[in-house]
């Protein structure tokens, strides 16, 4: 079965991102709200997750399952998201307006990633 074109570019953006928290952790632990405790371990989980998931699309037998997994990655993430928004010193200078349209961005994501669960 042929996976199509626009699911190996999902699962590039999560394997890139996913690396992206080893190469450069400090920036995603910068946005993890502080309620969270061992930002370092969250870290290394999430960017684990992004990678294996992103891996796992582009096998069929898994596609789903990954696809799910993206979902509950993303909703799980949501909070750093919120806390970009209301903590300028995890906005990175970026102007609110990016900030905010960053939030239904996720909301996109997921359908995006709902599309491969069955």
């Given at each position: 079965m042929n996976l199509p074109w626009h699911l190996?570019?999902?699962a590039l953006l999560y394997i890139v991102a996913g690396i992206n928290h080893f190469r450069n952790p400090r920036m995603y632990i910068k946005i993890i709200p502080p309620l969270f405790?061992?930002?370092k371990l969250?870290?290394?989980?999430s960017g684990t997750a992004e990678i294996i998931l992103g891996i796992f699309l582009t096998f069929p037998f898994a596609t789903h399952i990954a696809a799910?997994?993206?979902i509950a990655l993303l909703v799980a993430i949501f909070p750093s998201n919120i806390y970009m928004l209301q903590e300028k010193k995890a906005?990175?200078?970026l102007p609110?307006?990016?900030?905010?349209?960053?939030?239904p961005l996720q909301?996109?994501?997921i359908y995006w990633a709902y599309?491969?669960?069955y």
């Open positions: 190996y570019l999902m405790k061992n930002p969250i870290n290394i989980l799910w997994g993206i906005s990175f200078n609110k307006w990016i900030l905010f349209v960053r939030l909301l996109v994501l599309q491969y669960t």
